[in-house]
Nanobody, 127 residues
Framework: VQLQASGGGLVQAGDSLRLSCAGS????????MAWFRQAPGKEREFVAG?????????YRDSVTEGRFKISRDNAKNMLYLQMNSLKPEDTAVYFC????????????????????WGKGTLVTVSS
């Protein structure tokens, strides 16, 4: 499956953004999907993941869970990340990724768990 992320931009601290990820394949429900991000000079890190039909969701930590919301619309082959109360430390390139596997939500996904990656979209949060 090919993925294309969009929706990044330059915002101020406290603002909101919604990232979108379009998938090329018709049966996106067969894929667990996730958002990762990579800040300059840092490793790529898990942000949130969602199982094929959305039953299982996991965020990297409770702070992220309180500000971000991952969702998907399989009928439209879309994945979303609603980000609220953005902070300068959220500045990063955000990537969507997919893996043709079940996601239980019991652990954070790792980059090497994923099979398909979209090009990232840059989110810059100014203070």
């Amino acid at each position: 499956v090919q993925l294309q992320a969009s929706g990044g931009g330059l915002v101020q601290a406290g603002d909101s953004l919604r990232l979108s990820c379009a998938g090329s394949e018709g049966a996106l429900s067969n894929y667990a999907m996730a958002w990762f991000r990579q800040a300059p000079g840092k490793e790529r890190e898990f942000v949130a993941g969602i199982s094929g039909y959305g039953a299982n969701i996991r965020y990297r930590d409770s702070v992220t869970e309180g500000r971000f919301k991952i969702s998907r619309d399989n009928a439209k082959n879309m994945l979303y990340l609603q980000m609220n109360s953005l902070k300068p430390e959220d500045t990063a390139v955000y990537f969507c990724a997919a893996v043709r596997a079940h996601f239980s939500g019991r652990r954070n996904l790792r980059p090497d768990d994923m099979e398909n990656w979209g090009k990232g979209t840059l989110v810059t949060v100014s203070s």
